[in-house]
């Protein structure tokens, strides 16, 4: 499911139907679970395959799998291989579902029941391998992160579109070893100060009721407007070439899966 713009801000909860109700966690929440765990949490659930196995403390070369087996290997199979790995995801996933999650070895799956609900009641949705990624990206998007989904090469049928394929998964695990610094003028804590500090209503005080979605949208809308008043007032005193100036600028839509704004 792709959510809107007005979805992703809501507060509310957004229902993924036989899963749970997503959240986007409040500053206030992040804060009370510690910035890095929040981030942890984050990679967990955007972690792909060939990613989980690279990760692995001194993983011998010959025990690394094949492509051809990466391709059939799903997250959600390695991440409740183990009863510690599958109690650890479920508080994950407690985290940012509206419902309360627990991991069923019988069922081989999560069971999702309301809070209020006993134990003894039925479930009200269950996340299994087959939602699990579709789970995994609506969290994501609610928390301003990118979900790259991985397409398996088996899947690929054209001989040409697979080395196409295998092209551009050793691009990204290429730009991903080169250890490219991360900026740290879009690191949360920075974000926080920069809005509560630019923002005409929100201050250091009242800035942790906001969702993180709410958060980078304000963000990224004050960079916006900021570029649109230097140019008004550049078209102001000097004119432009083309001797038009576009007024509604500053209410255009933003693109918020632009790279440029990651």
Same mark, same amino acid.
């Given at each position: 499911?792709?959510?809107?713009?007005?979805?992703?801000?809501?507060?509310?909860?957004i229902?993924?139907?036989? %899963?749970?109700? @997503?959240? !986007?966690?409040?500053?206030?929440?992040?804060?009370?679970?510690? /910035?890095?765990?929040?981030?942890?949490?984050l990679?967990?659930?955007?972690?792909?395959?060939?990613?989980y196995?690279?990760?692995?403390?001194?993983?011998?070369?010959?025990? #690394?799998?094949?492509?051809?087996?990466?391709?059939?290997?799903?997250?959600?199979?390695?991440?409740?291989?183990?009863?510690?790995?599958?109690?650890?995801?479920?508080? /994950?996933?407690?985290?940012?579902?509206?419902?309360?999650?627990?991991?069923?070895?019988?069922?081989?799956?999560?069971?999702?029941?309301?809070k209020? +609900?006993?134990?003894?009641?039925?479930?009200?949705?269950?996340?299994? $391998?087959?939602?699990?990624?579709?789970?995994?990206?609506? /969290?994501? $998007?609610r928390?301003?992160? $990118?979900?790259?989904?991985?397409?398996?090469?088996?899947? @690929?049928? !054209?001989?040409? %579109?697979?080395?196409?394929?295998?092209?551009?998964?050793?691009? $990204?695990?290429?730009?991903?070893? !080169?250890?490219? *610094?991360?900026?740290?003028?879009?690191?949360?804590?920075?974000?926080?100060?920069?809005?509560?500090?630019?923002?005409?209503?929100?201050?250091?005080?009242? /800035?942790?009721?906001?969702? @993180?979605?709410?958060?980078?949208?304000?963000? #990224?809308?004050?960079?916006? +407007?900021?570029?649109?008043n230097?140019e008004?007032?550049? @078209?102001?005193? =000097?004119?432009? *070439?083309?001797?038009?100036?576009?007024?509604?600028? =500053?209410?255009?839509?933003?693109?918020?899966?632009?790279?440029?704004?990651?």
């Amino acid at each position: 499911m792709k959510p809107d713009h007005f979805d992703l801000l809501s507060p509310s909860p957004i229902l993924l139907p036989g %899963a749970g109700s @997503v959240l !986007s966690p409040t500053l206030k929440d992040i804060s009370m679970l510690g /910035i890095h765990t929040y981030h942890y949490y984050l990679s967990v659930l955007s972690m792909d395959v060939k990613t989980y196995f690279s990760m692995l403390p001194n993983p011998a070369h010959s025990a #690394f799998p094949s492509e051809e087996t990466l391709s059939r290997l799903n997250m959600f199979d390695l991440l409740t291989l183990q009863p510690s790995s599958a109690a650890f995801l479920a508080e /994950i996933l407690n985290f940012f579902l509206k419902e309360e999650v627990s991991f069923s070895e019988e069922d081989g799956c999560f069971l999702v029941a309301t809070k209020e +609900n006993s134990q003894e009641e039925p479930p009200i949705g269950r996340i299994t $391998r087959e939602n699990y990624e579709a789970l995994c990206s609506l /969290i994501c $998007r609610r928390n301003n992160v $990118r979900f790259q989904k991985e397409v398996p090469l088996s899947g @690929v049928k !054209s001989k040409k %579109a697979q080395e196409i394929m295998k092209k551009l998964k050793k691009g $990204r695990a290429e730009k991903a070893k !080169s250890g490219k *610094k991360t900026d740290t003028s879009t690191e949360l804590g920075n974000v926080i100060s920069a809005v509560a500090n630019r923002h005409p209503s929100l201050n250091p005080v009242n /800035i942790w009721e906001l969702t @993180v979605f709410q958060l980078w949208d304000s963000f #990224f809308r004050l960079s916006s +407007n900021q570029i649109y008043n230097i140019e008004s007032m550049s @078209v102001a005193a =000097w004119g432009n *070439k083309d001797n038009h100036f576009d007024a509604a600028g =500053w209410f255009k839509p933003l693109d918020l899966s632009n790279e440029d704004f990651f």
